[in-house]
């Protein structure tokens, strides 16, 4: 049974709720694609967190890797997962990018990765 999504919501970034005032459907439809994605299958909402942190990872985006780090973490999702989910990526994607990823998360904490 999956687990609840988090009650804190987190604030989206100006530049997507400028997107939404200029394009709601579009926006909308977005919302409506992730919601869908999300109840697609049997991950809780702390696996799903975790999953979308190691694709933005991965795929070596910086703004999806703050953001879903974010949201994870509003979550309640610590610091130590969201690091681990970096180094379980070493294998996969390399030593540096990994090293990169790591900086990512800690961009918004101010302090420097492990």
């Known amino acids: 049974m999956k687990e ?8 989206p970034p100006a530049p997507f709720k400028r997107f939404a005032e200029t394009h709601p459907e579009v926006a909308s439809a977005y919302q409506r694609l992730g919601e869908a994605v999300r109840a697609a299958g049997p991950l ?3 696996e799903v967190a975790l999953v979308k942190v190691a694709i933005s990872i ?12 974010r949201k994870a973490r509003a979550q309640g999702i610590d610091a130590a997962a969201l690091d681990h989910v970096a180094i379980l990526s070493c294998p ?5 990018a990994m090293m990169m990823a790591l900086g990512w998360l800690h961009d918004r904490e101010g302090e420097p990765a492990p």
């Open 4 to 11: 609840p999504e988090s009650s804190q919501a987190v604030e």
């Open 44 to 46: 809780s909402a702390r």
């Open 58 to 69: 991965g795929a070596r985006l910086e703004g999806s890797t703050h953001a879903h780090a």
């Open 92 to 96: 996969t994607i390399g030593f540096p």
